[in-house]
């Protein structure tokens, strides 16, 4: 069950969860239930209807949603759980496990735990959290004004309680890397906290393959921010980096020219063309090659919780990549080795701008990255470990 199709893979939980479910297919009879949100993915269902035994899906609007959502604050439900009706893949849900047709049930988010709720008694679950996201909840806060800033505190406290005891009923629970998994075992009792375990992402290492792109680096230096530009940690940071940092690295590069791909976006990011050196592409036919022509990879993300696909992405691609320390959470490659990490506009503008004036510390950069992500985050390897997660929970994982 998955909170938003799981196809194309072309953000963060798509990506993971497309990875998941084309392993599993290729081992198991897999039913597939998921929300549609935007009609363009209408025409990826026939994807599944080809893969899985089965499909089920709920259409949700958007606007909708957002209504929903608001009746949570009148029924004491975390909003991330009125957001999403459950009746039709509930249904669907009830069918199969009634009909004795299902061993193990994922739950791709933790979204998707009411479609489940009171269903799974008699069946293994594995719950992939990915993220802690109560705690994303509570870093949003101290940075919004009121009235939203009460409904990020509320959200982070409710959605807390109910992310724990999800994890209390699941034979296993996901968390994106090492460090999550630390932080929210640090939240459950022993007994529980046992059953939390990291399964990190991996990259498409035939995708994001330079030698696959072959695109030649512009003459022009070229620093890149990818990612969605609707999701609201990447367009405060966008709007960080144009505003904060970028006039200083155009100080000491004045022809550098700052490139932001990704879509969808909103008003906010197209506004940043207006800047000098910014330019805004919003979606992109081949992302691989829109990083290929860049020299560095910026994640400047001031919000940011797990691993930053973003991070790996350019990593793999054999970019010098600058983070903050945010973004480098969760991905333990050394900073200073195969990536530069720093937090303050300064800091971070100066890396950015000795990175592109010295083609040496580039290339440095460049191969220690794509070394260390063929070695950590290969989706073979990540897969392999999804399925000594899977054969534990079939065997029971509760005492």
Not at 155 to 170: C, D, H, N, P, T
């Amino acid at each position: 069950m998955a909170h938003r199709i799981p196809y194309p893979p072309n953000k963060g939980d798509k990506i993971r969860s497309w990875h998941f479910l084309k392993h599993l297919f290729a081992n198991h009879d897999v039913h597939v239930g998921f929300y549609v949100d935007q009609k363009a993915d209408l025409a990826h269902i026939d994807i599944f209807a080809k893969l899985a035994k089965s499909v089920c899906v709920e259409s949700v609007d958007k606007r909708w949603q957002k209504i929903r959502a608001v009746s949570g604050l009148l029924d004491g439900r975390p909003l991330t759980l009125s957001a999403y009706p459950a009746g039709r893949l509930r249904a669907y849900a009830q069918k199969l496990l009634g009909a004795g047709e299902v061993d193990l049930v994922f739950l791709s988010s933790g979204a998707t735990g009411p479609i489940v709720d009171g269903l799974t008694e008699a069946v293994a679950t594995i719950t992939d959290l990915v993220d802690v996201d109560s705690a994303k909840w509570a870093m949003y806060a101290p940075r919004a004004r009121w009235p939203m800033s009460w409904i990020y505190r509320r959200e982070s406290v409710k959605l807390a309680v109910y992310e724990q005891a999800l994890a209390a009923q699941a034979d296993a629970t996901l968390l994106v890397s090492e460090k999550e998994a630390v932080f929210f075992r640090a939240q459950l009792q022993p007994d529980v906290a046992h059953r939390v375990i990291a399964v990190r992402n991996g990259v498409d290492l035939d995708y994001f393959d330079p030698a696959r792109v072959r695109a030649k680096e512009n003459d022009t230096p070229e620093v890149i921010f990818t990612g969605a530009m609707d999701y609201a940690p990447n367009i405060e940071a966008a709007i960080w980096f144009v505003r904060q940092v970028w006039p200083t690295v155009r100080a000491s590069v004045p022809d550098a020219i700052f490139t932001i791909a990704g879509g969808p976006r909103t008003s906010a990011v197209n506004a940043l063309a207006r800047e000098p050196g910014v330019r805004v592409l919003g979606y992109v036919d081949d992302m691989a090659e829109s990083i290929a022509g860049a020299q560095v990879v910026v994640a400047p993300l001031l919000t940011a919780r797990g691993i930053q696909n973003k991070v790996l992405e350019g990593m793999a691609m054999k970019k010098a990549v600058v983070a903050t320390s945010g973004a480098h959470e969760g991905i333990e490659a050394e900073a200073g080795q195969a990536l530069l990490v720093a937090d303050d506009a300064t800091a971070f503008a100066f890396n950015v701008a000795r990175v592109l004036e010295n083609p040496p510390l580039r290339q440095k950069l460049g191969d220690a990255a794509r070394d260390f992500v063929c070695a950590h985050h290969c989706w073979q390897n990540v897969c392999e470990n999804l399925d000594q997660v899977i054969e534990t929970a079939l065997r029971g994982n509760r005492q």
